[in-house]
């Protein structure tokens, strides 16, 4: 574990650097890359060049943790935000089937539906505004798949232009490699040209119960916060000790707004319901348990590793999927 702490240098297929560096999942913790690899990746493309660096999920849970707590942390601003969409997630918002891993699209999702799509643009244009938030230009790259029709991705492209965005550009990096995304860095280069005004979303000296309803209220959407008793008493104690003055890190569910998973598009007027509140002090952070939210991954207790092989013959690795 001692070599851990040192970004994992990797490339992409066309041969660009890429640090692997922590990147815990945005539901459960902050979702971001570590600061140290960003700093390196800086440092190592100059004063002209360009580092981009992951915020896991939704602008609700990676792009507002990477804001509060990462930019906190590093002294860090950053130049612009790429959202990234797809039609399909789009129609989902919008009213669109269940989606179950391994079994087939259905063909609202593969078929134009013009009408799904505008419907489910809502949740894009309330991820903008919550990018607006923070003050920084935002580019839409929509991640275009073969089944999305050319009126559909233009259809999300107007859609994101008129609700705030600096540009919003098909992208099809998928099939064309970078070549396919050549717009989309055309478009993040001019943005970062724009005046940035970032700014973060609450204060630390705040309450933690303050920052915790700023969260919700100004980024999910909800009505208030509902606090358990356990919740209460654990923000009580670590307001005593001292650590009132850390910023939140909220584990909910990534699969809405709300911390219900099955209510897409933009949920509103709901109460978000706090089960407990938890303490990273070593990381500097607390963290609030949204709903029935366990921390812990969805992961198997017999390790997939142990099924992974490699032929001697033909060199293959088996047992990866």
């Excluded at 992409?12 to 140290?36: C, K, M, R, Y």
């Excluded at 500097?284 to 991954?297: A, C, D, E, N, R």
């Amino acid at each position: 574990m001692k070599d851990a702490i040192k970004p994992t240098l990797m490339q992409t297929l066309e041969g660009t650097p890429v640090f692997v560096h922590a990147g815990p999942f945005a539901n459960i913790a902050h979702g971001n890359s570590s600061v140290l690899a960003d700093k390196i990746a800086l440092k190592l493309v100059g004063e002209k060049g360009f580092v981009v660096t992951e915020a896991g999920f939704g602008a609700d849970i990676g792009m507002e943790k990477f804001f509060n707590i990462k930019c906190r942390a590093s002294g860090l601003v950053p130049s612009v935000v790429v959202l990234v969409a797809t039609v399909r997630a789009l129609k989902m918002h919008g009213g669109g089937p269940n989606v179950t891993a391994g079994a087939p699209l259905k063909k609202e999702y593969t078929e134009e539906n013009l009408q799904l799509v505008a419907d489910g643009c809502c949740n894009l244009q309330k991820q903008i505004q919550i990018t607006q938030l923070f003050g920084v230009p935002v580019v839409v790259a929509l991640n275009v798949f073969k089944t999305d029709s050319p009126a559909e991705v233009d259809l999300v492209c107007e859609i994101a232009k008129r609700s705030g965005a600096f540009d919003a550009v098909p992208c099809n990096h998928w099939s064309d490699g970078g070549r396919g995304a050549v717009k989309l860095a055309q478009a993040v280069e001019k943005a970062a040209n724009q005046k940035n005004s970032f700014k973060y979303l609450y204060s630390l000296e705040l309450p933690i119960v303050e920052k915790i309803r700023i969260i919700a209220q100004k980024v999910y959407g909800a009505q208030d916060i509902e606090l358990s008793p356990a919740a209460q008493s654990q923000i009580d104690r670590y307001t005593r000790q001292g650590f009132g003055n850390l910023p939140i890190c909220m584990a909910k569910t990534h699969l809405s707004l709300s911390h219900q998973p099955e209510r897409k598009g933009v949920p509103t007027g709901f109460i978000l319901p706090i089960s407990d509140v938890r303490a990273s002090i070593g990381a500097g952070f607390i963290y609030p348990l949204v709903g029935t939210m366990s921390t812990m991954p969805g992961l198997p207790t017999r390790p997939c590793f142990y099924d992974i092989d490699l032929d001697p013959v033909t060199e293959q690795v088996k047992g990866l999927f």
